[in-house]
C-alpha cells in the first residue's frame, strides 16, 4: 500500500530564516505531488505541482519555491521566512494517468516568529 | 477568484440526524468532483468523489448528489455521528488536468 510522509511534523522558525520541507512517498511510482498550505481559517491553497522529477510548477507568486531531486521525494524551502509563510503545509501524491483522487500526508505546522 | 464556494463556514448537527454539506462553483469545465475530510493538525482524507457523468453516488453513510445545471453538490451523511465532527473540503478537477481546486470548507460538529 502506499504511505506518505512529512517531516518535521512542526517547525518553529524566526523571521529572515531558511526553510526545508520534505515529503516523500512509498508505494507508487511517477506519482504527480503537490504542495498545498492551509493558512489560519482559509481553504486549501495550491502552492506547486509536479508530474515528474525536475518538473515544478507554481500556482502563486510568493517566497516559497519547490524541488523534485527524486522520483518519490518532493521539498518545499525558502531562502528567507516571512511572517506571513505561517501555517499548516501539506504534501500530496496522485497517481499517474487518469486517476483523480490526491492522497494527503500528515502535515507540518510552521509558525514564523 | 474562488470557482469552488462553501458558503457555510460551519454546520451543527444532532446526533442521528442527516448532516448537509453545500459546495457551489463557477467553472463549466470541472468534470470531477471529490469531498475530504480534515481534522485537525491531520492532513485531509479522501471521502467519496463523483464524476460529471453521474448526479449521485452512495458509499455507505455518505451520499453525494450533483446537480450540473445549477453547479452544485452536496454531501450528505445519514446517520451523523460525533466522529464525523470535523471540516469538510469540497474540491473540483478539470477535465484532464492535474490539479484540484478547493473550497475554503464547511466545520461540521455532530452533537450528543
Known amino acids: 500500500s502506499q504511505t506518505i510522509h512529512q517531516w518535521p511534523a512542526t517547525l518553529v522558525q524566526p523571521v529572515g530564516s531558511p526553510l526545508s520541507l520534505e515529503c516523500t512517498v512509498e508505494g507508487t511510482s511517477n506519482p504527480n505531488l503537490y504542495w498545498y498550505r492551509q493558512a489560519a481559517g482559509r481553504g486549501l491553497q495550491l502552492l506547486f505541482y509536479?508530474?515528474?522529477?525536475?518538473?515544478i510548477s507554481s500556482e502563486v507568486p510568493q517566497n516559497l519555491s519547490a524541488s523534485r531531486p527524486q522520483d518519490r521525494q518532493f521539498i518545499l524551502s525558502s531562502k528567507k521566512l516571512l511572517l506571513s509563510d505561517s501555517g499548516f503545509y501539506l504534501c500530496a501524491w496522485r497517481a499517474g494517468g487518469s486517476y483523480n483522487e490526491q492522497f494527503f500526508g500528515p502535515g507540518t505546522r510552521l509558525t514564523v516568529l | 477568484d474562488q470557482q469552488v464556494k462553501q458558503n457555510s463556514p460551519s454546520l451543527s448537527v444532532q446526533e442521528g440526524r442527516i448532516s448537509i454539506l453545500n459546495c457551489d462553483y463557477t467553472?463549466?469545465?470541472?468534470?470531477?468532483f471529490l469531498w475530504y475530510k480534515k481534522y485537525p493538525a491531520e492532513g485531509p482524507t479522501f471521502l467519496i468523489s463523483?464524476?460529471?457523468?453521474?448526479d449521485k453516488n452512495e458509499d455507505g453513510r455518505f451520499t453525494v448528489f450533483l446537480n450540473k445545471s445549477a453547479k452544485h453538490l452536496s454531501l450528505h451523511i445519514v446517520p451523523s455521528q460525533p466522529g464525523d465532527s470535523a471540516v469538510y473540503f469540497c474540491a473540483a478537477r478539470a477535465g484532464g488536468g492535474n490539479k484540484l481546486t478547493f473550497g475554503t470548507g464547511t466545520q461540521l460538529k455532530v452533537e450528543l
Open positions: 463523483i464524476s460529471s457523468i453521474k
Open positions: 509536479s508530474v515528474g522529477i525536475g518538473q
Open positions: 467553472n463549466s469545465m470541472f468534470d470531477y
